[in-house]
């Protein structure tokens, strides 16, 4: 019951009414006042989801409710614009029942959307009674691929892996991977490539349509079924194929050439070179594929090539192609033969144990690489200066071992030799006689131990070598060089592993080792010397002015002097 006083201002006097009314009941007709008879309860909202790319769902548990009102904005800088207001009739629930509603109302990808859900009266001709407003937001997004990696896994292929956790609930409105690929070099065309989204296989791709040795820049996304795309993610790598990093030639004699390339490692790329092909062409212009290599190649490479009826300083041409996946680069090597038809390359050693099994003293040396004659130095070299050292020694008229030499001669012989053949454009000490180091070296030189007894083995007989009694052997003049060679009646082969020819017995040869002054080492025996004197380690000593039927000497030459003045020509 309430009283209501009514009050009128007239001058000079006071007028008061009173009127009394009945009491009346109190009603609140607020709904969102707990207290009111027309409270509407709050909504429990329970979550929003990103159902699909178009879709969010509303999960709420509802409680009496039969209708609600959803009032949709997108939040941009922090400012709520509203998008849609749409009212949703609850279906029948059970208690503690989730309801799920799906907003398919023009729903837009990468938007920040706030979402205002009351109860609405539905026992009044207005839709105007609420509840209190719920506010929940929700950041609506399709999840972007992330590259994990990206490898080179062949000369033209890449392998692309990537990791994706989907956002959306409904995956199968994902369909599938969209890369795609450019390149900032004009020459490379761009291309897009579709993958089906399959979570229960690997996110992997390899393309296998490029080209070594160009950028290349790749975006993933994920597309809807409904054609709508996430934002990217992208890698980059450039295409690698192996550079040709060093390259050497090396001739090992007039015939043989050793020849090596190596190329650059490829950090980061995982494949090796699926071939390899080498041909070979000479001043005749003819080129013959000589080698080929169709599995995987290493890095360094290595190949000894015979040539083919070879002349001494000849110029002679190498292509190597490497190919990887059908792509193949190349580099051509020049290289010229050995200005002497018959001189073979001594390998160097760090250590070479000299006199080992004799009764002085052993040496432990170091001997670097040179080159030896295969023969003895016949007549017709000594006593013709001019003579040109490419005539085979079948054709010459004294194949005979030069003998009756001092030491003083058979020096001047080398000096006047590297004058005639390298001329002036040789700037080392050229053809010389070999230490006593050097010589055993070259002649008890083998695979592995470097320890023959004799040249060709560990056995002499009259068939291998020219000796004091030896039945093939002159008790009067050396042979002709080389003549045991296993085609002369009653001989063997007896060339040594070199491929040298008469280093024991025949004549036995100068060294440039003194003994003591003018006194000088000749190794290896001669024909008028006991076949077991002419052993490899055996040394004899002779004054620099001796000059005797049984002393002759071969050459040698540094093969870094050689190498140095063969390569110098090419440039």
């Known amino acids: 019951m309430y ?50 790319d178009v879709i969010i769902k509303i999960n709420i548990k509802p409680e009496n409710e039969k209708r609600i009102s959803i009032e949709r904005n997108i939040i941009t800088n922090s400012i709520s614009i509203q998008d849609a207001h749409f009212f949703f009739n609850l279906p029948d629930y059970e208690e503690d029942e989730t309801i799920s509603i799906l907003d398919t109302n023009n729903i837009q990808l990468d938007m920040e959307y706030e979402y205002i859900i009351r109860n609405v009266s539905i026992e009044y001709e ?26 080179q896994i062949s000369a033209t292929s890449v392998e692309l892996k990537w990791d994706f ?25 761009d291309d897009t490539f579709r993958i089906s989204y399959n979570p229960a296989e690997p996110f992997t791709f390899i393309d ?51 020849l090596n390339w190596s190329f650059s490692p ?54 190597i192609e490497w190919c990887g996946d059908f792509y193949c680069e190349s580099d ?24 080992k099994d004799e009764n002085w003293e052993e040496d432990d040396v170091i001997i670097d690489s040179f080159y030896i004659s295969i023969y003895e130095t016949p ?21 005979e071992a030069s003998a009756n030499i001092n030491w003083e001669d058979a020096e001047k012989y080398c000096l006047e030799r590297t004058e005639n053949i390298l001329i002036s454009e040789f700037s080392g000490e050229g053809l010389r006689l070999p230490t006593k180091y050097e010589w055993e070296y070259a002649a008890s030189f083998d695979e592995g131990s470097h320890e023959r007894k004799y040249s060709f083995g560990d056995y002499m007989n009259s068939s291998l070598a020219n000796y004091y009694l030896s039945e093939y052997g002159n008790v009067d003049a050396p042979l002709t060089v080389g003549y045991f060679n296993g085609i002369n009646s009653g001989t063997q082969d007896a ?77």
Request: charged share 20%.
């Open 495 to 571: 060339q040594s592993y070199l491929g040298l020819y008469d280093m024991n017995g025949n004549v036995m040869e100068w060294t440039s080792t003194q003994e003591q002054t003018s006194v000088y080492i000749c190794k290896g025996g001669g024909f008028l010397n006991e076949g077991t004197d002419c052993n490899n380690t055996n040394e004899f000593t002779y004054s620099e002015v001796t000059a005797h039927k049984t002393i002759g000497f071969r050459p040698v030459i540094s093969a870094k002097e050689l190498l140095d003045y063969l390569k110098g020509k090419l440039e």
């Open 126 to 151: 207005t839709d105007s009674l609420y509840s209190v407003m719920v506010i929940a937001t929700i950041e609506h997004e399709l999840e972007i691929p992330r590259f994990t990696s990206i490898t």
């Open 208 to 258: 296998d349509s490029l080209h070594p040795r160009f950028n290349y820049t790749y975006i993933v996304r994920i597309e809807t079924v409904s054609g709508n795309q996430s934002n990217t993610d992208s890698s980059s790598i450039f295409l690698k194929f192996p550079d040709l990093q060093d390259k050497d030639w090396l001739p090992i004699s007039l015939e043989r050439i050793h």
């Open 165 to 189: 956790e989907p956002t959306i609930e409904k995956t199968e409105a994902l369909a599938e991977f969209v890369i795609s690929r450019t390149s900032i070099d004009s020459d490379i065309i």
């Open 3 to 52: 009283t209501r006083l009514l009050f009128k201002i007239i001058p000079f006097s006071l007028v008061v009414f009173f009127n009394a009314c009945t009491p009346d009941e109190l009603i609140y007709n607020n709904p969102q006042d707990p207290k009111s008879p027309i409270y509407l309860n709050e909504i429990d909202l329970q979550t929003l989801i990103s159902f699909s």
């Open 379 to 399: 007549d017709s070299y000594y006593n013709d200066i001019n003579q040109d050292l490419t005539v085979r020694i079948t054709e010459l008229d004294n194949p």
């Open 266 to 319: 490829l950090s980061e790329a995982d494949y090796t070179l699926d071939s390899l092909k080498i041909y070979r062409f000479g001043e005749n212009g003819n080129t013959i594929r000589i080698n080929e290599s169709l599995y995987p190649v290493d890095l360094q490479y290595e190949f000894t090539d015979t040539l083919e009826n070879p002349e001494p300083a000849e110029n002679w041409s190498y292509i």
């Open 332 to 355: 051509t090597t020049d290289i010229l033969t050995t200005p002497f038809r018959y001189m073979v390359l001594v390998p160097g050693t760090d250590s070479y144990t000299y006199g």
